[in-house]
């Protein structure tokens, strides 16, 4: 398994391209299932992620091509063929549940694998479940298998959400376009994923209001067409390389960042001392001399602090002046990478949801392992900061949702490379 090893001590300057979002690449392909026609996404990702979603749809017949290196995807769903998601290809990917809806509404039946992917918590199926028989789906769960069934078709309906879950919110508002009559989803998750979601849908023919807030109506339509939309960008990966130049100086420019996606955020670089600044081009963030202020983080859902920003932060609070308090609320087991940071000289306190950090002046590097993909990226971006060689082991997590990282952060003078692995 390949590794990367970062030496730390250089100040970072330049401009860092960033790509379409991940989250809402994966949830946008499945739209695909909805419609006879071709749907041709622009700006997606280049991740191993995006290749498991593309594996996941050819096995249920769907044709995908790619196009210009990945950047574009061409979908067909004319001839779906299988209505099963198997668990080979699902374990490898929570996101694989996203079928589920699309699969019920035009296909009336899925036979879909309970999820794998990072392991960060539980992450149950149960607000997609009752979801999803609010619609008139008979769902039943055999062998590790959710076997879904809507005889006649899905019917709209009001549906509640006890947690505003963004997979739930994405599988029921996918389902709903084409159930009969009008579906109302509430306490609906406000994600700009979601907000993306609904575009690419109304672009297909679909009748949607109120995305971006708790509650969204759809009005349900006979049939999707062709559309060509473009994944909105990735703010999780412009969360990341917004905190690049925070830890051994500099100033980089994040190229298609927006303000709106990354608010929450923003406002905490701001409280520990670090300036972001609007351009014409995205977003700028710069770090000349003093040290960052420690500041306290508690994850919540947008337009909160988003919990897959949180071990980034985690791993810049690590040398901020004082002691942070970092909350995590959406998953119950996400401080995995505090043991690995720890390794490196931070000094952290882990108790259950509550993680407290006392700023040391530096972090020395170490060998570490990567355990989820958040928690890679940020073991990389402590390397940046710390004296010496950080090798970071087992980083199969980080092509999941980071493309090319070691190229993007070399062009502004990270000193980092991939070690190809046996
Ligand atoms: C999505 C993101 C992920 C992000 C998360 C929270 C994608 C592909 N992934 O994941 O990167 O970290 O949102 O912002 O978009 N839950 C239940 N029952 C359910 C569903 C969820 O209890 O049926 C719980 C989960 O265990 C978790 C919390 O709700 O504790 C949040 O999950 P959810 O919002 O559904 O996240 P995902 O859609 O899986």
Redesign the pocket.
């Known amino acids: 398994m390949d590794s990367i090893v970062v030496t730390g001590g250089t100040p970072l300057n330049g401009q860092i391209q960033i790509a379409g979002a991940?989250?809402a690449a994966?949830?946008l392909m499945p739209v695909t299932l909805l419609s006879e026609e071709p749907l041709t996404l622009t700006n997606t990702p280049r991740l191993s992620d995006i290749k498991t979603m593309t594996a996941l749809l050819q096995s249920l017949g769907v044709e995908v091509t790619a196009l210009q290196d990945g950047k574009v995807q061409v979908l067909s769903s004319h001839n779906v063929t299988n209505t099963t998601a198997d668990y080979d290809i699902v374990r490898k990917m929570?996101?694989s549940n996203l079928v589920l809806g699309p699969l019920l509404a035009r296909h009336h039946q899925a036979i879909v694998s309970l999820p794998g992917?990072c392991a960060i918590?539980?992450?149950?199926?149960?607000?997609?479940?009752t979801a999803l028989e609010a619609l008139g789906a008979e769902i039943e769960l055999k062998d590790g298998y959710l076997h879904a069934k809507a005889k006649g078709g899905l019917k709209g309906n009001k549906v509640p959400l006890r947690?505003?879950?963004?997979?739930?919110t994405?599988n029921v508002l996918m389902a709903a376009t084409l159930a009969k009559g009008t579906t109302v989803i509430e306490n609906a998750?406000r994600?700009p994923?979601i907000v993306d979601l609904a575009q690419c849908l109304r672009r297909m023919g679909a009748q949607i209001d109120g995305e971006g807030t708790d509650t969204i109506t759809i009005q349900g339509v006979d049939k999707l067409g062709a559309a060509t939309h473009p994944v909105v960008t990735d703010r999780?990966e412009l969360g990341t390389y917004m905190l690049a130049p925070v830890f051994a100086g500099g100033e980089v420019e994040c190229l298609g960042g927006r303000m709106d996606l990354v608010g929450a955020f923003a406002e905490k670089l701001d409280a520990a001392g670090i300036s972001v600044t609007e351009t014409d081009k995205g977003l700028k963030v710069a770090r000349n001399g003093a040290r960052a202020k420690a500041v306290n983080v508690t994850t919540e859902?947008f337009p909160g602090f988003?919990?897959?920003l949180q071990a980034q932060m985690m791993a810049m609070l690590c040398t901020a002046e004082g002691t942070s308090i970092l909350e995590e609320k959406?998953?119950?087991n996400r401080f995995m990478h505090a043991p690995e940071l720890m390794r490196m000289g931070a000094d952290i306190e882990v108790h259950g949801g509550t993680a407290t950090v006392h700023g040391v002046e530096r972090l020395k590097g170490a060998p570490v392992m990567a355990t989820d993909l958040r928690a890679s990226v940020s073991l990389i971006l402590a390397g940046l900061a710390a004296e010496g060689e950080t090798v970071v082991n087992r980083v199969y997590h980080l092509d999941r949702g980071y493309e090319h990282v070691e190229e993007k952060l070399g062009a502004v003078g990270a000193k980092i490379e991939r070690v190809p692995g046996s």
């Open positions: 991940k989250n994966l949830t929570r996101a992917g918590g539980a992450r149950p199926m149960d607000i997609h479940v947690f505003a879950s963004v997979g739930a994405e998750a994600e994923e999780i859902v988003p919990t897959d959406i998953f119950e």
